[in-house]
């Protein structure tokens, strides 16, 4: 079956940089669109940014021009680079995986992984 697995997660001080990666398998990855989204305590999954398997970037109002969403198809890979990282960013982050979708609603996405712990201290 489909897996995905993130990567890179950990704890940074405010302002610092982390790299999120998120590999997948039995999947033919270049034909997905793939997202990224993070999920705070007590709050909902929201949506982070998305990458179309043209190489287009989608990104929420919050993490633009901070964050940068990236894909190496070869490798089966997508990636997520954080820059001036705050507080608030602290969250469990997830990739997911959809056929022709980058939007912001998480249930039009079919695949997801297991997550990975982001914390920002101040």
């Known amino acids: 079956q489909v897996q995905l697995v993130e990567s890179g997660g950990g704890l940074v001080q405010a302002g610092g940089s982390l790299r999120l990666s998120c590999a997948a398998s039995r999947l033919t990855f270049s034909r997905y669109d793939m997202g990224w989204f993070r999920q705070a305590p007590g709050k909902e999954r929201e949506f982070v940014a998305a990458i179309r398997w043209s190489g287009d970037t989608y990104y929420a109002d919050s993490v633009k021009g901070r964050f940068t969403i990236s894909r190496v198809n070869a490798k089966n890979t997508v990636y997520l680079q954080m820059n001036s990282l705050k507080p608030e960013d602290t969250a469990f982050y997830y990739c997911?995986?959809?056929?022709?979708?980058?939007?912001?609603?998480?249930?039009?996405?079919?695949?997801w992984g297991q997550g990975t712990q982001v914390t920002v201290s101040s």
């Open positions: 997911a995986a959809a056929r022709d979708y980058t939007g912001t609603a998480p249930v039009r996405y079919d695949y």
